[in-house]
Nanobody, 121 residues
Framework: QVQLVESGGGLVQPGGSLRLSCAASGSILSINTMGWYRQGPGKPRELVAGVDNGGTRNYVDSVKGRFTISRDNAKNTVHLQMNSLQPEDTAVYYC???????????????WGQGTQVTVSS
């Protein structure tokens, strides 16, 4: 099985920064896309940022210029550096990977358990 474990959430004041990390474990042969989604109170889950195995990144418009996604293929990890955080960034953030595991027949979607990010003074 493939498991994703997130870390780095917490409480921060407006204008502050946080860095989220997500590490995949298990018998993984390849990871295609890595990304972060979030779900705020009363809102649908949305894609925040993604990076493919070629290094191409994409961001939702509301975080462009403030968030940076990066991946470490050797460690099967993905990070999200979040700067200039605002109250509207408050949400549960979920790590996502599309991975091919040993013994699998195709790429499958895997999710972390979620980490709370709260931006408040």
């Amino acid at each position: 099985q493939v498991q994703l474990v997130e870390s780095g959430g917490g409480l921060v004041q407006p204008g502050g920064s946080l860095r989220l990390s997500c590490a995949a474990s298990g018998s993984i042969l390849s990871i295609n896309t890595m990304g972060w989604y979030r779900q705020g109170p009363g809102k649908p889950r949305e894609l925040v940022a993604g990076v493919d195995n070629g290094g191409t990144r994409n961001y939702v418009d509301s975080v462009k210029g403030r968030f940076t996604i990066s991946r470490d293929n050797a460690k099967n990890t993905v990070h999200l550096q979040m700067n200039s955080l605002q109250p509207e960034d408050t949400a549960v953030y979920y790590c996502y990977m599309k991975a091919f595991r040993n013994g699998g027949s195709r790429y499958a979607d895997y999710w972390g358990q979620g980490t709370q990010v709260t931006v408040s003074s």
